[in-house]
């Protein structure tokens, strides 16, 4: 979950960020990405039996398009490479966003603290405005590519 996440999401539910931390936001950050975590207990807690998930039109980019754990040879590309769907500009925005989230978790932790958050969505909102930051990421990742579901690492 990333804070770009946090703010798509909130403005969907009618939720302040503040509320939507308190109602969904776990108090431990993942050990995994670095990143927040939603609160769950047997499911996440967008989940509903029996009906599509509740914010699935702004589901977390995370549940958009990370690739299958099983099918990724390091934590490299795991952390660094979410090629599943989506398109390259929402990738990039992603991976700013997921970079400032850990930022953010590292300084404050899994809790909300305005004034950290409204700085940390500006970052994002600049680091995704420009197209000198989209190209190089771009040439980053031009030489993986997902078929089925599977990542596939072109030679340089």
Not at 64 to 71: A, E, H, I
Request: overall charge positive; some cysteine.
């Amino acid at each position: 979950m990333t804070l770009d996440d946090i703010r798509r999401i909130s403005d969907h539910l009618g939720v302040t960020w503040g509320g939507f931390f308190k109602a969904y936001i776990a108090t431990e950050p993942s050990v995994h990405s670095g990143g927040l975590k939603l609160k769950r207990e047997a499911h996440c807690v967008f989940f509903r039996p029996n009906a599509p998930c509740v914010v699935e039109t702004v589901k977390p980019f995370h549940c958009r398009f990370t690739p299958c754990p099983m099918r990724v040879r390091t934590p490299e590309m795991m952390d660094a490479l979410y090629l599943g769907s989506g398109t390259v500009e929402e990738q990039f925005r992603h991976q700013a966003a997921m970079a400032v989230t850990r930022d953010y978790v590292f300084r404050c932790g899994a809790r909300y603290l305005k004034r950290d958050m409204e700085r940390s969505m500006a970052k994002i909102d600049k680091l995704t405005a420009g197209t000198s930051e989209l190209k190089r990421f771009c040439k980053q990742i031009s030489r993986f590519r997902y078929v089925d579901d599977t990542l596939l690492i072109l030679e340089k």
